[in-house]
C-alpha cells in the first residue's frame, strides 16, 4: 500500500522501478520550457550582436572609397573616435532621456496612484485609456505631436499669448524632443508605477494618518518607499528606450538636437560607414549598463522588502 | 509609564453617530454612547453591523453622514485622523514594511517632535516583551509578535482612546486566548481607554468591562459581560453572546414571588423581578448551561421548572456534553452537562426531563423574532435537521 502512493517521480523508487524513465522526462522539463526562448534570443539577439561587435572592428577594403565595402580586421580605433566624435550628442541623448523620465515619473505616479488607490470601479477603465495610445502607431503619434506643436497650432499661440515661449515656437526644440519621448514613453511609466503601488494596502496609509502623519509626510515615509520598485522599473523602462530613440529627434527636433539614434540610423543608412555605427550602438548599450547598474545600486533596492 | 502619563483621560461620546454610504447601506444608525475614560469597552456584533464603520469613525478615517464625536468635550468630527487624540491598532496590524519594529514604534513619537524618542521606544518595548526585537522587520515577526508590535506602536502616543478592530482575529485560538490576558493587562498597567471591535462573544467577555452589542448600525444592548449574558435583553443578545432556549408562552398566574408562565401547556415559574413588568405573552429563555438532564424517575430531585424530551443527539466535547433534546411541540432544546463523575450519561431516544431553577430564566417581548442572531449557517442545518427526522418519521 505505502510503497504504490509513493508520489510520482520520487527519487526513492527511479532505481527499483522497472521503469525509470518518467522521472527523467520529468527532469528535462525546465529545458523544454527554457528552450524556445534561449533558441529565439540566440539566433536573433546573440549572434547579431557577435555580427556587429565584428563589424565594428572592420576597416574598409578601401579607404579611399567607403562604397567598396569593409573587411575584417580589429581595429579598435574606431571606438575612440565615435567617442570624440560624438560625445556631445552622447550627453545630450542622456540629458534628453533623462529629462523624459523626471517628467514622466512626476505626471504618472499621481496618476497611477489615483487609478490604483482611489478609482474603484473606474480602474479598469482608467487603464484601458492608459495604453489606448498604443491602438495608434508610434509614428501615425509622433506625427501628430508634429502638427500638434507646429508653429500655426493653437497649442503654440496660447504659448506665446501667455508669453511661456521664450524661443516664440515648440517644435525643432529640444523642448519638442523632451515632450515627444515624455508623451510615447508615458505608458511605459504608468503601468509599472500602478502595478506597485496597487499592491500597497490602504490601510497602510491610514495608519499613516492615524500616527500623526499629514497626507504629505505619509506619503514620503511609507507609500513611496514601498513603490519604490515600482519608480525603478518605470524609470528603466522610460529611460532606456527613450536613449537609443530616433523618432522623436527627427520629427519633432532641429539638426542640433540629434539624439545618439538619429547619428546611427544615418551612420549605417546614409553614410554607410558600418563599423562607427556599430561602435556607436555598442558604446550606447554599454553607457546604458553602466548608468543603470549605478542608479539600482544608489536606489538601494535589497532595502526595500 | 506612570511618571509620563497624561493628568487626564477623556470620555469618548458619540451623539447621534450615522453613517449611510454613496450605494445607500446606513453601516451605522443614530448611535448614541458615552465610553468612560479607562474603561475596556467592546462592540461586538456579527460582520455587517457597523462596528467597524463606528471605530473608523472614532479614528477619523470615515466622515459620519450625522452626529458628532467629542474626546471630552472637544468635538473630533471634522478633525482629520493625525489630529485626533485616538491610535487604531488595525486589523491585520498594518506595520510598515519598509521600516523595522522600533521605527514602527518610533512613527508617531517622530511626527509629533516629541522628545526622548529613544527611552520611550525601549520603555514600550520592554512593555510589550519584545525589547530584543526592534532591529528586525515586520515580516519576520510571527503573527503575536506583530500584533504586540501593533498595539506598542499605537499606545506609545499616550492617546486618550485605543482603538482595536478585530486585532486577535488573524491569530490561532491559543494565541487569541493569551494575547487577550496580555491586552487586558497592557490596557489595566497603562489606564487608556481601549475601545475593542469584534465579533468574537467570547473575547468581548473575556476582556472588556463593558459590551455594546450591536446589530444593523444600533446598540441592542449595552452592560457588564455577566448582566449582557444573565439577562439579555432580546432574542439577537440571547442567541448571539453564547447560546439560549427560547420559548413562547403566555403568563397564566402568580405563585408567590414567581410568575407562572404556560409554554406550550408546560407550566414554569418565572421570578417576577426578572419578568420587567411583563404580563400576557412573553418570551422566556434559559441558558444551555443552566438546564440540568435526568431521567423521568429522578424528576423530584430536580429544580422546579421542568420539560419532557427524548435526546436527538449528544455530543461529548471533554468538559460538558452537548445534548439536543426535543420537546413536545417539537422544539429542539440544547443543554450542556457538566462532565462531572456523577453525571449521567445519556444515549440518543432516551426519554429524559430537562429543568432549571426559575432564577435562570430571563424574559423578552412577546414579538421577538426568536432566530435573531443566530448565523444563518445555523438556520440552514436546523431546517435540515428537522427535515430529516420528518422524513425518517414518515
Not at chain 1, 511609507?222 to 528603466?236: C, W
Not at chain 1, 532641429?254 to 538619429?262: A, K, V
Not at chain 2, 452537548?322 to 463523575?341: K, T
Request: net charge negative; with cysteine.
Amino acid at each position: 500500500m505505502s510503497a504504490t502512493l509513493t508520489a510520482p517521480g520520487a527519487p526513492t523508487n527511479a532505481a527499483s522501478s522497472p521503469e525509470p524513465n518518467p522521472p527523467k522526462k520529468r527532469s528535462k522539463l525546465p529545458y523544454l520550457l527554457l528552450a524556445p526562448g534561449m533558441i529565439w534570443l540566440a539566433v536573433f539577439f546573440v549572434i547579431p550582436l557577435g555580427f556587429m561587435f565584428a563589424t565594428s572592428l572592420q576597416v574598409p577594403i578601401n579607404p579611399d572609397n567607403p562604397d567598396k565595402g569593409y573587411k575584417p580586421a580589429l581595429h579598435l580605433h574606431t571606438y575612440f573616435d565615435a567617442i570624440s566624435q560624438y560625445w556631445q550628442i552622447y550627453l545630450r541623448s542622456f540629458a534628453y532621456a533623462g529629462l523624459a523620465t523626471l517628467i514622466g515619473l512626476c505626471l504618472a505616479y499621481p496618476l497611477a496612484y489615483f487609478i490604483a488607490q482611489r478609482a474603484g470601479k473606474w480602474r479598469y477603465v482608467m487603464l484601458v485609456l492608459v495604453v489606448a495610445p498604443f491602438f495608434a502607431s508610434f509614428l501615425l503619434r509622433t506625427y501628430a505631436w508634429e502638427s500638434l506643436l507646429s508653429d500655426n497650432s493653437w497649442v503654440v499661440k496660447i504659448g506665446n499669448f501667455l508669453h511661456l515661449l521664450p524661443q516664440g515656437r515648440i517644435l525643432s526644440t529640444p523642448i519638442a524632443v523632451i515632450f515627444g519621448l515624455t508623451y510615447n514613453f508615458l505608458p511605459f511609466v504608468i503601468l509599472p508605477l500602478y502595478a506597485s503601488i496597487e499592491r500597497i494596502d490602504p490601510r497602510l496609509i491610514e495608519a499613516t494618518s492615524d500616527l500623526y502623519a499629514k497626507p504629505f509626510t505619509g506619503w514620503r515615509k511609507v507609500t513611496l518607499p514601498l513603490s519604490g520598485p515600482g519608480v525603478i522599473s518605470a524609470a528603466l523602462l522610460c529611460f532606456i528606450p527613450a536613449s537609443g530613440d530616433f523618432i522623436n529627434a527627427r520629427l519633432l527636433g532641429s539638426i542640433n538636437d540629434r539624439m545618439i539614434g538619429n547619428a546611427i540610423d544615418q551612420q549605417f543608412n546614409n553614410v554607410r560607414d558600418y563599423p562607427t555605427a556599430a561602435a556607436l550602438s555598442f558604446l550606447l548599450m554599454a553607457v546604458i549598463m553602466v548608468i543603470v547598474t549605478i542608479y539600482i545600486r544608489s536606489a538601494g533596492t535589497e532595502d526595500l522588502l | 509609564m506612570t511618571d509620563s502619563h497624561k493628568s487626564q483621560v477623556e470620555d469618548l461620546h458619540l451623539v447621534n453617530l450615522t453613517k449611510t454610504f454613496p450605494n445607500g447601506a446606513t453601516a451605522v444608525d443614530d448611535l448614541t454612547l458615552t465610553i468612560p475614560a479607562g474603561s475596556f469597552f467592546a462592540l461586538l456584533g456579527p460582520s455587517g453591523c457597523g462596528k467597524t464603520t463606528t471605530l473608523r469613525m472614532v479614528a477619523g478615517l470615515e466622515e459620519p453622514t450625522i452626529g458628532r464625536v467629542y474626546v471630552g468635550d472637544k468635538d473630533m468630527t471634522t478633525e482629520p485622523p493625525y489630529r485626533r487624540p485616538v491610535n487604531t491598532v488595525f486589523q491585520n496590524y498594518a506595520l510598515f514594511p519598509n521600516m523595522d519594529i522600533y521605527e514602527n514604534v518610533a512613527f508617531g513619537l517622530r511626527r509629533r517632535k516629541v522628545a526622548d524618542v529613544d527611552a520611550k521606544v525601549r520603555a514600550m518595548l520592554d512593555l510589550v516583551e519584545l525589547s530584543t526585537l526592534g532591529r528586525r522587520k515586520p515580516s519576520q515577526l510571527s503573527g503575536g509578535q506583530q500584533q504586540r508590535v501593533a498595539v506598542a506602536r499605537a499606545l506609545i502616543n499616550q492617546p486618550d482612546v485605543l482603538l482595536l478592530d478585530e486585532p486577535l482575529g488573524a491569530l490561532d485560538l491559543k494565541l487569541r486566548r493569551m494575547m487577550q490576558i496580555e491586552l487586558k493587562r497592557i490596557q489595566v498597567e497603562v489606564g487608556t481607554t481601549f475601545v475593542h471591535v469584534t465579533h468574537d462573544q467570547e473575547e468581548a467577555m473575556t476582556m472588556a468591562d463593558t459590551i455594546a452589542v450591536m446589530n444593523l448600525g444600533q446598540i441592542e444592548q449595552l452592560g457588564a459581560p455577566v448582566e449582557i449574558y444573565e439577562q439579555p435583553k432580546t432574542a439577537f443578545v440571547a442567541n448571539f453572546l453564547g447560546q439560549s432556549n427560547l420559548f413562547r408562552g403566555v403568563v397564566s398566574g402568580t405563585e408567590g414571588d414567581n410568575l407562572v408562565v404556560d409554554i406550550n401547556g408546560v407550566k414554569v415559574a418565572l421570578p417576577t423581578s426578572l419578568a420587567g413588568g411583563r404580563s400576557g405573552k412573553l418570551v422566556l429563555g434559559v441558558r444551555p448551561e443552566k438546564v440540568k438532564i435526568g431521567s423521568s424517575e429522578r424528576a423530584h430531585e430536580l429544580p422546579r421548572n421542568q420539560v419532557t424530551g427524548v435526546v436527538t443527539d449528544a455530543s461529548f466535547t471533554g468538559l460538558s456534553t452537548q445534548y439536543l433534546v426535543r420537546a413536545p411541540w417539537d422544539q429542539e432544546l440544547i443543554v450542556f452537562e457538566q462532565n462531572l463523575a456523577a453525571s449521567e450519561r445519556f444515549e440518543n431516544g432516551a426519554e429524559v426531563v430537562l429543568a432549571w431553577e426559575p432564577r435562570h430564566s430571563f424574559a423578552l417581548d412577546a414579538d421577538e423574532d426568536l432566530t435573531a442572531g443566530l448565523d444563518e449557517d445555523v438556520l440552514d442545518t436546523i431546517d435540515l435537521v428537522a427535515d430529516l427526522s420528518a422524513e425518517t418519521e414518515s
